[in-house]
């Protein structure tokens, strides 16, 4: 078997080569044996931490590499993730790092490129990194220091200042805690703590949503709680969507885009037994994971098929639902932490095109929607074209429908500036969730 390092670099080449998602690429490596379990660790925070780190990582090294004939890009990712275990991780030392990282060099290559490999890094050891944050202009600094590229540094300082900008991508460079909702139909809040803490896992209530729990240590979804169906993991601005629906016993709701289920399990406890979640995922394979989900918390009252959205209309008549949640396909820029590749993945054209997307399937559910219903539009991102300016297009087209204003309810008492015009955009640093945007829309009787 390799060592970990090995197979960190054959995953930073997978992902650069966009043939894997960072997100998904731990469990393929533990799954198919190339991973020992007790690597896990190492490995993620080696190909997370220079993924995240990037763009430091890559402004750190040119100078060092400016001389050298185009270096292959394998080389490149070892030097960047022999830097970062050098720079970032404190439990390992330097020497060890370059040791390992020669040693790869003189295998997957020949002598030579180990003593490139060995220049470098030595010369970086010594010379030390210089310090960043003396870069005089902001969105320069702030895309080199916390690694986001500038133009997504620049697009964000326009809409939310540099202040904001600053700290949301600082916080994206650190890992989230674990949260986990509780499935309200079977237990409570204090119970399943209690399961939770006598299993060894550390957690506690967590502050946005009344029925999240957060995992100081331990990765829930190993734990008999969830296997048995007592919790659901998932963020805690999520959790805020089905309480936006306003779910009453009895609803008939659709979720349009709805897979691999989060929101429709939740609006299914929310009802508690009775009504109906319609849910719908443009794909089939997808839809599996919302049946999943919903045996494996015990619920019965949802149904899940595949749909193109776009299409609802040919299959379900007009004003057939009380309520009906758009959770769009979007550039996912509120979820970096968990998906740090997003951030050098996405263009201003995805953006675009999304919002298109976003709009068309927004136009086409709201004929579902009953007179006197609600229509709730939730993306994980926090660009405006996506959020806001989507909303604003579909209300131009749909007189019927407004903004309800009234959704301070959906958050604690004590926090209220994240609405704006009845639109809740939380950002990744104001309480630590994902960059989430939710907006509640009510059809006219
Ligand atoms: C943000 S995710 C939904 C997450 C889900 N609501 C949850 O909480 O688990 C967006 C989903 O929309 C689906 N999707 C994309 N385009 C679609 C379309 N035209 N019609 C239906 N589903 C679509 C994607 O497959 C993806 O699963």
């Known amino acids: 078997m390799k060592n970990v390092r090995e197979v960190a670099l054959e995953g930073l080449i997978t992902i650069e080569k966009n043939q894997a998602y960072s997100n998904l690429l731990l469990n393929n490596y533990l799954e198919s044996g190339k991973l020992n379990k007790k690597d896990a660790g190492l490995f993620t925070e080696i190909v997370y931490g220079t993924i995240q780190r990037s763009i430091t990582l890559e402004y750190v090294l040119a100078p060092y590499i400016q001389k050298q004939k185009k270096l292959q890009d394998w080389v490149k990712n070892l030097l960047k993730m022999t830097m970062y275990q050098m720079i970032y991780l404190d439990k390992v030392p330097a020497r060890a790092a370059i040791y390992e990282a020669v040693e790869i060099a003189k295998k997957r290559g020949h002598k ?14 010594r010379n030390g990194v210089p310090d960043l944050t003396l870069i005089e202009d902001d969105a320069e600094r702030i895309s080199v220091v916390t690694s986001h590229p500038k133009w997504l540094v620049e697009k964000w300082m326009e809409q939310y200042g540099v202040e904001s900008t600053e700290k949301m991508c600082e916080i994206n460079l650190v890992p989230p805690s674990q949260t986990a909702r509780v499935n309200t139909c079977k237990s409570s809040v204090n119970e399943v703590l209690e399961m939770l803490n006598s299993e060894g896992f ?20 190993f734990s008999n709680a969830y296997k048995n169906g007592y919790i659901t993991i998932q963020d805690e601005s999520s959790m805020l969507v089905a309480k936006a629906l306003g779910v009453e016993k009895g609803d008939n709701i659709y979720d349009c885009c709805a897979a691999p289920g989060g929101k429709s399990t939740h609006i299914a406890e929310e009802l508690d037994g009775t009504g109906m979640v319609t849910s719908t995922d443009l794909h089939e394979h997808k839809v599996r994971l919302i049946k999943e989900q919903a045996t494996r918390l015990g619920i019965s009252n949802l149904q899940a098929q595949s749909l193109d959205s776009r299409r609802a209309t040919s299959i379900f008549k007009e004003e057939q639902f009380d ?23 996405k263009t201003l054209k995805d953006i675009i095109q999304l919002a298109s997307i976003q709009l068309a399937i927004l136009n086409e559910v709201a004929p579902l929607v009953k007179k006197g219903g ?28 407004e903004i309800d204003i009234n959704m301070k309810d959906l958050l604690p008492k004590s926090v209220g500036p994240y609405i704006n015009d009845g639109m809740l955009q939380l950002l990744p640093h104001h309480f630590g969730t994902d960059g989430f945007f939710i907006v509640r829309l009510k059809r006219q009787v």
């Not at 309520?323 to 993945?345: E, F, H, N, Q």
């Open 112 to 125: 030579g490129v180990a003593s490139v490999v060995n220049g470098v890094l030595r010369s970086i050891q």
């Open 374 to 401: 609600t229509l709730v539009y939730s993306t994980c991102t926090i660009d405006k074209e996506e959020n806001g300016e989507v909303v604003q297009s579909f209300l131009k087209e749909n007189k019927d429908f």
């Open 202 to 221: 550390s957690v506690q209530k967590g502050t946005l949503a009344q029925e999240s729990i957060v995992s100081e240590k331990g990765n829930m979804a």
């Open 323 to 345: 309520k009906v949640l758009v959770d769009a396909p979007c550039s996912g820029l509120g979820v970096i932490r968990r998906k740090p590749d997003l951030k050098y993945t």
